[in-house]
DNA sequence: CGTAGGCTTGAGAGCTTTCAATTCATGTGG
DNA sequence: CCACATGAATTGAAAGCTCTCAAGCCTACG
């Protein structure tokens, strides 16, 4: 967990953004456009590893991510840390620090990220004048928790092979869905194998064992801090479960 | 899961609304109460075991619930069950079936329940002509996550005894937040122990074995279908968790 | 009085953790 | 360039936790 500061960004204009071009967002009228960029205070930038929010923090800044993964997480007192969700391009955060006293997760950096910051102090404005902003973040949220309800189904309920077949899955399908596939190269899911083990609640040893098997089987490949899906069809049928069908998705 | 049909009961004044002089409750303006009122079509009663919602419904209803508990789930196709939350008087539930294409969870009746119906298609006037209405929607989304965060942490870091503890504790802090204790009587969470398995990720047998621990060591004692807390500070510090501080809440 | 649902218990099998080492790649300072 | 420290992945083995199977008990209810 590296504690430098992060790097302020200049401000891009909200029409430029490269995100916008991709095809699962929704269109913006150009009025919504014109009241996120005033919303918009400018771009950080953070490195691998670096802490985003922390549990306990009271009125932090709210983002969305524009590049890059991270994490959200909890931890109990001698250290044991669960993974609640990660973090990709397109997604919303902090919102929940505004709503309630202070923070209950923290946020970290899987890979260097950039983030666009957002006025704190508008999102009132942002209820008052436009409503279809609202709902969509009311619909971000929603799509959050009907997340967060499949993981805890996932660590309740599925053995240990189908919980991280689930998670490859699941992570597989969510960078689909930002990003296109760099150049003729397959998509790399930044993890180590000690962000699995958080993930679905194992010891770092089990959880390799496990990954081990799903290797042998041909589902994915293990490389070095990363895991590459090879067959998405059987992770679905292991683990059960085919991702959501979303239509246009917000982005704010 | 019994099936019978939902009884339609009279549609009663929301300012007269019993639930709405719980103190944990925010105030509303009349003019807000006024578009409640108007949203309202109406009541039903859910006997115990009743299925409220089911997963792949599509815009289902709306509701409040008025009184009485219940628990949302998921199942895999084999059957094994995970409960994802509880339903207590002031949750609002079915919103994810309308942000969504459909629901991904059901819901059930743990005991008898009264339930608020709104009109599903107002809701849209809602974030248009209420904002204070859509950012208590919000806040409930967000309130929502972060009892599901709290859920995951500790199906998957905690170990069977803190687990428990955990359940009861955060049921207990609920109930207690909008009932008034029944007359010199303990408040009864009405589980059984196959819900407390479910919820926790155990089987029926060693949740039963881990109840027993928690009853000789005082902290809880077991009734028919249902649990009563003994020791809620003891309870709090074996999960290492103490319920989250809110001010006022909404409730719609 | 018989049945059903919910709670208990013991025992063996199976899954997961912890402990202890080892390998390997990368990066740093001498 | 080499020695060394570090982070990540891997492996075997024993201890500990959790599951399944198999009964039995008790109360409510028709």
Chains 1, 2 share one sequence.
Request: hydrophobic share 40%; proline share 6%; net charge neutral.
């Amino acid at each position: 967990m590296a504690t430098s500061t992060p790097a302020i960004l200049p401000r891009v204009s909200c029409d430029q953004c490269p995100l916008r071009q991709c095809r699962s967002f929704r269109d913006f009228s150009s009025e919504e456009l014109g009241f996120v960029h005033d919303f918009k205070t400018g771009e950080v930038s953070a490195a691998q590893g670096m802490s985003i929010m922390v549990e306990g923090e009271r009125n932090p800044q709210l983002y969305t991510v524009l590049s890059g993964w991270g994490f959200r997480y909890k931890i109990l007192e001698d250290g044991r840390r669960q993974i609640l969700n990660y973090v990709l391009p397109g997604d919303l955060i902090g919102l929940q620090g505004h709503l309630m006293e202070e923070m209950q997760h923290s946020i970290e950096a899987l890979t260097r990220m950039t983030l666009c910051i957002f006025e704190r102090d508008k999102l009132p404005k942002l209820f008052r004048h436009h409503p279809s902003l609202a709902y969509d973040i009311t619909w971000l949220a929603a799509r959050e928790e009907s997340m967060l309800d499949e993981h805890l189904l996932s660590i309740g309920r599925r053995s240990a092979r189908e919980r991280a077949a689930y998670l490859f899955a699941f992570l597989d399908a969510r960078v689909k869905s930002v990003a296109a596939p760099p150049a003729d190269r397959p998509f790399i899911l930044p993890l180590t194998q000690q962000h699995v083990a958080d993930t679905l609640g194992f010891s770092l040893v089990h959880t390799n064992k496990t990954l081990r098997r799903l290797v042998q089987q041909g589902l994915i490949r293990w490389l070095d801090r990363g895991c590459e899906v090879l067959d998405t069809e059987r992770l679905y049928h292991v683990a059960e479960w085919r991702p959501p069908k979303e239509g246009k998705r917000p982005f704010i």
